[in-house]
T-cell receptor, first 118, second 114 residues
């Protein structure tokens, strides 16, 4: 079974600064997908960024980027130019590849609560 | 609003009550999921439905009973719950089970068992 570990329960960052959230995972699979989801106070889980394990290039979405280290099984999220609207819970998630363009179930970590200070 | 709607938003129920949570999506998705979110714990996958058929039951107690009458609707029927069942219950959907671009989530039902 896969496990996802987020070792930082809470983080804080000054507005406009950069913050990095950590995530490690344990799997014996070679092909899989990794995700970061954001859950603001509205409680709606929103997909932030996605990484395919077979791609060496780190995924980037505007101010959000990842540092994917496959050998170390590490998948950190970097938020640049932090904004007040980035305040939320951030969840790292893993999905095993199962063929074609499909995977298996999403497995989540415990989350990191990020507060952006004005 | 992402396209997955959950009702009610909040629910307080006694241990002897029977209630139901509802999830609805009109995204044309064929897979639907129930997750339980408790503080300081990973999200727990409870049930998976793929094309209306239940494909996953993660050892969920029988006091939780899912129902999927069609691909657009998912229910979670609750009866004789325990205080430890208090949590945020999230519904999600995807085009098919294991869609590798991830799931679309609703805003959840905050359940309190008293």
């Amino acid at each position: 079974a896969q496990t996802v570990t987020q070792s930082q329960p809470e983080m804080s960052v000054q507005e406009a600064e950069t913050v990095t959230l950590s995530c490690t995972y344990d799997t014996s699979e070679n092909n899989y997908y990794l995700f970061w989801y954001k859950q603001p106070p509205s409680r709606q889980m929103i997909l932030v960024i996605r990484q395919e394990a077979y791609k060496q290039q780190n995924a980037t979405e505007n101010r959000f980027s990842v540092n994917f280290q496959k050998a170390a099984k590490s998948f950190s999220l970097k938020i640049s130019d932090s904004q007040l609207g980035d305040t939320a819970m951030y969840f790292c998630a893993f999905m095993k590849f199962s063929g074609g363009s499909s995977g298996d179930k999403l497995t989540f970590g415990t989350g990191t609560r990020l507060a952006v200070r004005p | 609003e992402t396209g997955v709607t959950q009702t009610p938003r909040h629910l307080v129920m006694g241990m002897t009550n029977k209630k139901s949570l509802k999830c609805e999506q009109h995204l044309g998705h064929n897979a639907m999921y129930w997750y339980k979110q408790s503080a300081k714990k990973p999200l727990e996958l409870m049930f998976v439905y793929n094309f209306k058929e239940q494909t996953e039951n993660n050892s969920v107690p029988s006091r939780f009973s899912p129902e999927c009458p069609n691909s657009s609707h998912l229910f979670l029927h609750l009866h004789t719950l325990q205080p430890e069942d208090s949590a945020l219950y999230l519904c999600a959907s995807s085009p098919w089970m294991g869609f590798s671009n991830g799931y679309t989530f609703g805003s959840g039902t905050r359940l309190t068992v008293v």
